[in-house]
């Protein structure tokens, strides 16, 4: 370790930084994770999409806290309130639809991550436990997502409401009861509104502690890489620092520049109009769909024609991750040197975005048929092909290192000069 | 560490039955389980419906203007609660019903007290969207009683589930004639 640690910057032998960190070490701790955190030299863009979630929840929770200060969690005033911030508050418009569509940024820059993680094989030995965080996570924004659409109290708001929380009435015996007690009444109503406003509010604070530990996880092994081998001594690394925050400030600028077109330019593109309607108790619309990045199991739910099995598959294909470390039988992390592989999981990737447009439309005739081939196959995918592929499939050749793909046959002295001395 | 090292010892020195220790440690913390479980309820229980919202609200309709055939929509607790009025071939329909294949089976008179009058809570029981039929325009399903666009669930003139990912017919709220054209909900 000795030789890949950079040398301690200038500026931490000023004496008033010296006499802090003598007494909390911030800064030699900053000083570790960021600039000696070794990381593999041949990240990809596909690694900048962790950062780019961690960025958004900042920004959701900096949009969330201003929001807060001028939102009524009350039935009567809700969506007045949300509609005084977009008219009369200064600049309220433009920190709602940064709210409203960073929620829809964040979950596009943690999907990426997630299939990132599916195409590399990330979740494989030493980063299981990183992996179930990462689940966690997901669970946690998609609960906080939910809630934070109830807020404005349109339409959608009601009614994505009154279905969700009536998926537990799935449950025999307990259903009933759970559900009562979620709302605090016989319907959606004034106390299931002021208890989500309390619990959106909750909720991010939540994610970013598990965030810390899903960081923590990943710092003890460190990052995966696109060869999937791990990295054999000090020429296989660079500093986290200048190297990737570099890197993921280019891909942030980026980023940034689709969210601000959308922001400023379709700032409802992917809403429903149906939630500028105030929510209405006696009427539903004709059509309820939830938020795009919930649409694939919604329509897992929808595809299935008993309420308790439903139910179970929808949650089943979020768990099923967490024991997919185990069903993935390969040894091999990278899809690059999985060649069958490679092609199931593009072929999941399409299931995916095949359950999310069916999702979007009513379950009848043909899209019924579509819903239900396309949920079997997400199960299959993970239950029957993940494990057989191990067995059957035939890796290709792994490089012996990490440089030796990078620099096209290990050919470089500069770069295998350490490796002599470690 | 010299004292864990004894304590460890004596421990050890006891066997697989267990020490006078062990017994302490584990009572002390099944109270201290139980204790904090018994902490916990009145934070869960805050959240069930309070006094106010239990304090049985009930609403008094007036019947006198409904049309043979009309149905209405009368809010309770926050709910839909819809009220039709029969014609004499629903009210056949759903009595020949009584015997075809019902999810949820119940006789059309288990759920009337005249027959006239069907009142019921208009909640789909799969996810809880307000089935439509309500207006004459609305589409009402193979059955001829009300249609949920949510999900797809047919009930037929009784209000019972016939199709669709429903598991129940739809329910019944208490209720009460106070004369010929009053009635009273809840
Ligand atoms: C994980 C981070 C978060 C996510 C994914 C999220 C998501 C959402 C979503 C989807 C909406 C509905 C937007 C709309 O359609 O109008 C919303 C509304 C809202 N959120 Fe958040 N939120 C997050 C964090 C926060 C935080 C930390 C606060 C701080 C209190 C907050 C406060 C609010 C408020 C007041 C509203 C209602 C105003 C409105 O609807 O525009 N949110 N949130
Ligand atoms: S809520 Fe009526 S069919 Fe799903």
Known sequence: MANTSAPKPAFMNNPMVKWIDYRLPIFTFMHHELHEYPTPKNLNYWWNFGSLAGIMLVVMIVSGIVLAMHYTPHVDFAFNSVERIMRDVNSGWLIRYIHMNGGSMFFIAVYIHIFRGLYYGSYKAPREVLWWLGIIILLLMMATAFLGYVLPWGQMSYWGATVITNLFSAFPLIGDPIVTWLWGGFSVDNPTLNRFFSLHYLLPFVIVGVVVLHLVALHTHGSGNPVGIDTKGPQDKIPFHPYYTVKDLFGLGVFFLVFAAIVFFAPNMLGEPDNYIPANPLQTPPHIVPEWYLLPFYAILRSIPSKLIGVLAMFGSIFILFILPWLDTSRVRSARFRPIYRIFFWLFLIDCVVLGWIGANPPEGYFLLIGRLATAWYFLHFLIILPLLGWFERPLPLPTSISEPVLKGGGSVAAAKPMEKA | ?186
């Open chain 2, 1 to 186: 560490m010299a004292q864990s090292a004894v304590t460890h010892a004596a421990g050890g020195g006891h066997g697989a039955e267990g020490t006078r220790r062990d017994f302490l440690y584990i009572a002390a913390g099944a109270f201290g389980a139980v204790g904090t479980a018994l902490a916990l309820w009145p934070f869960i229980n805050s959240m069930n419906p309070s006094a106010d919202v239990l304090a049985l609200s009930s609403v008094e309709v007036d019947l006198t203007p409904m049309q043979l055939g009309q149905r209405i929509t009368v809010a309770w607790r926050g709910k839909p609660v819809f009220i039709d009025r029969r014609t004499p071939e629903q009210i056949a329909r759903a009595q020949a019903d009584n015997t075809a294949d019902l999810p949820d089976p119940q006789t059309d008179k288990a759920r009337v007290k005249k027959p006239e009058w069907l009142i019921m809570v208009g909640v789909c029981t799969h996810l809880g969207c307000v089935p439509l039929g309500q207006k004459a325009t609305d589409p009402r399903g193979d059955f001829g009683g009300w249609f949920c666009p949510c999900h797809g669930s047919h009930y037929d003139t009784s209000g019972r589930i016939r199709k669709g990912p429903a598991p129940k017919n739809l329910p019944i709220p208490e209720y009460a004639f106070l004369d010929d054209n009053k009635v009273r909900i809840g």
